[in-house]
């Protein structure tokens, strides 16, 4: 029995379309990959400072009734029913890493972002500000709606930063 030589040839490299659809499947995967790893970032830096406004939060508090019995730490005194900060002004704080206060920041700090204050390292930023509600019934202590803002990272700009936005009423 005779058999016949074979006409085809077998190739042992890939096909140009091959190559095609394997590169068309990197460059869908590829950014998929550095996508999911910075939003990974985001997600575990809005989730430490979750944790940390846990600490951040009661400060914040404190420095406002503070300011309302004279006797603030870092911002001006201020009257029952003021409402702060003055116009123009912001009451920024700001945190280390682990959640403690490292100080008071200025307009131009806070815009602009920063890495230390006073040589301490700075992660997280507390803005507080209140406005005024309308009281409906006559003889109701009108109360301030009062706002803390935690702002990640310190570093980047003002409006580049995740925020985390608490409210509570004062008087």
């Known amino acids: 029995m005779k058999t ?8 042992s490299g890939a096909t140009l379309v ?13 950014p998929m990959v550095f996508g999911a790893i910075a939003e990974a970032g985001k997600s575990t830096m809005a989730s430490e400072a979750e944790t940390r406004s846990t600490w951040m939060v009661p400060v914040c508090l404190d ?7 004279k006797r603030p730490v ?3 005194s201020t009257e029952v029913g ?14 280390s890493e682990e959640g403690k206060p490292v100080g008071k920041l200025t ?22 500000s209140s406005t005024t509600e309308s ?6 202590t009108p109360m301030l709606r009062m706002k803390i803002s935690i702002e990640y990272p310190a570093i980047s700009r003002a409006g580049k930063r995740g925020k985390l936005d608490f409210h509570s009423r004062i008087p």
Request: hydrophobic content about 50%.
């Open 4 to 11: 016949a030589a074979s006409n085809s040839r077998r190739s």
């Open 18 to 30: 091959e190559a095609v659809i394997a590169i068309g499947v990197l460059a869908v995967a590829i």
């Open 63 to 69: 420095e406002v009734l503070a300011s309302r019995a």
């Open 74 to 76: 870092y911002f001006t």
């Open 82 to 95: 003021q409402i702060f900060p003055p116009s123009g002004d912001v009451w920024a704080l700001a945190f």
């Open 107 to 128: 307009k131009a700090q806070y815009d602009k972002g920063l890495r230390d204050l006073s040589g301490k390292p700075v992660r997280y930023i507390a803005t507080l």
């Open 135 to 140: 009281v409906s019934s006559p003889g109701v």
